[in-house]
C-alpha cells in the first residue's frame, strides 16, 4: 500500500506547489511563482518516474496526474498572463451589483482574461493526452510544463536589466495576446517535440539536438538567472520544429 502511494505523494505535491504560485502570482510574487512552478514540474516528472521504477503504474495515477498538471501547468500560467497585463498599465474596471439587500463590488481588468486562453488550451491538450495510449519517444506539442516554465519566467524576462529595450514591446496588450495565442498553438501542435522521457539513444540527430539545447541553456542562465527559461523553451521549441522540418 505505501509503495503505490509514493508517486502519489510527488503528484499531489505538485499541485500543491500549483496552489501556492497562485498565491504567489496573485500578490506578484513572480520568482517565488516561478520557484513553486519549478517544484511542481519536479514533482510532475518524479511521480511518473516512480511509477513505472516500483512498477505501480495505475489509471488513478494518470487521472490524478492532469488534474494537478491542470492547476501547476493551466491554471498558474492563466493567472500570471493575466497579471502581466495587469502590470502593462491596462486601466481596470470597476462593477457594482445590487439585488434587495445583496451587494457585490469587485473590480476586474477586462481584456486581462484572454490570459486565460492558455488554462483552457492547457486543459484541451492535457484532455488529448489522456487518451494517447501508444509508447513514444517523443512529444506532441509543447508539454504544459514546458509552456508554465516559460509563462512563469516571463515577467522576470521583461523585467530583467539586461532586456529592458524589450520591455516597452512585451509589456503591451498586443504583444500579451500575441504570446497567449501562440502558447495555445504550440501546446497543441501535432509536429514531434523532442521528449527527454523515453528518449530513443538510437536516433543521433535527437542526441545533437538535445545537447544543443543543454549547450544554449547554460549560457542563459547565467546571464538571466530563472528568466532564462523564456530563452530555453524558444530554443527547445525552434529546434524540435527545425527537426521536424529536416525530418531527423
Known amino acids: 500500500m505505501i509503495k503505490k502511494s509514493i508517486p502519489h505523494i510527488f503528484t499531489l505535491l505538485n499541485l500543491f506547489f500549483g496552489c501556492v504560485a497562485i498565491f504567489l502570482a496573485f500578490s506578484h510574487f513572480f520568482e517565488a511563482a516561478l520557484i513553486a512552478i519549478i517544484l511542481g514540474v519536479i514533482c510532475d516528472f518524479f511521480d511518473g518516474f516512480l511509477a513505472r521504477l516500483l512498477h505501480v503504474e495505475s489509471q488513478l495515477g494518470v487521472q490524478l496526474d492532469s488534474l494537478a498538471d491542470m492547476v501547476t501547468s493551466g491554471l498558474v500560467p492563466g493567472v500570471i498572463m493575466y497579471q502581466m497585463f495587469v502590470i502593462s498599465g491596462i486601466h481596470s ?9 445583496y451587494s457585490l463590488i ?42 508554465a516554465l516559460f509563462i512563469g519566467a516571463l515577467p522576470l524576462f521583461v523585467q530583467h536589466p539586461l532586456l529592458t529595450d524589450l520591455k516597452a514591446f512585451l509589456l503591451t496588450p498586443f504583444a500579451l495576446i500575441v504570446i497567449a495565442i501562440l502558447s495555445v498553438f504550440f501546446m497543441n501542435i ?10 530513443d539513444q538510437s536516433n543521433v540527430w535527437g542526441i545533437i539536438f538535445l545537447i544543443l539545447i543543454l549547450l544554449l541553456a547554460i549560457p542563459m542562465f547565467y546571464f538571466l538567472g530563472l528568466a532564462a527559461f523564456v530563452g530555453i523553451i524558444m530554443s527547445y521549441i525552434v529546434l524540435s520544429l527545425l527537426k521536424n522540418v529536416l525530418g531527423f
Do not use: C, Y
Not at 112 to 138: D, H, M
Open 93 to 101: 474596471t470597476d462593477f457594482s451589483l445590487e439585488f434587495k439587500q
Open 106 to 147: 469587485f473590480t476586474i481588468v477586462p481584456i486581462a482574461l484572454v490570459g486565460f486562453i492558455i488554462t483552457l488550451g492547457a486543459a484541451f491538450r492535457l484532455a488529448k493526452f489522456n487518451l494517447i495510449t501508444e509508447k513514444v519517444s517523443f512529444f506532441r506539442g509543447l508539454p504544459t510544463p514546458a509552456n
Open 190 to 199: 501535432h509536429w514531434k517535440m523532442i521528449a527527454l522521457k523515453g528518449f
